[in-house]
């Protein structure tokens, strides 16, 4: 069982930047997927984004050129850096895992889900 523990959500103005971490309790994570999605009230999840095993990232286009995903194999911790915040991120976002070496959109493919931290940006 992968355990998935997300943090440095909080709330921030639009323009602003954070970033988040989320801890990987499986040594060997860094042969998985890992993926970022976020869900705003009323609405479905969404992908943000997902970095391969190899290290090779990919993004959402409503986010491309403002995140970055990046990660620590050493201390197992995948990051979201996030820059140039909007109203419209606003969510709940959740870090995943998928037991596979390259990332997708779908939500189908994750094996295991964080608790999810909360982001709030205000205009």
């Known amino acids: 069982q992968v355990q998935l523990a997300e943090s440095g959500g909080g709330s921030v103005q639009a323009g602003g930047s954070l970033r988040l971490s989320c801890a990987v309790s499986d040594y060997t994570y860094g042969s998985y997927c890992m993926g970022w999605f976020r869900q705003a009230p009323g609405k479905q999840r969404e992908w943000v984004g997902g970095i391969d095993s190899d290290g090779s990232p990919s993004y959402a286009d409503s986010v491309k050129g403002r995140f970055t995903i990046s990660k620590d194999n050493a201390n197992n911790t995948l990051y979201l850096e996030m820059t140039s915040l909007k109203p419209e991120d606003t969510a709940m976002y959740y870090c995943?895992?998928?037991?596979?070496?390259?990332?997708?959109?779908?939500?189908?493919?994750?094996?295991?889900w964080g608790q999810g931290t909360q982001v709030t940006v205000s205009s």
């Open positions: 995943a895992a998928a037991l596979r070496r390259l990332c997708y959109w779908a939500l189908y493919i994750y094996d295991y």
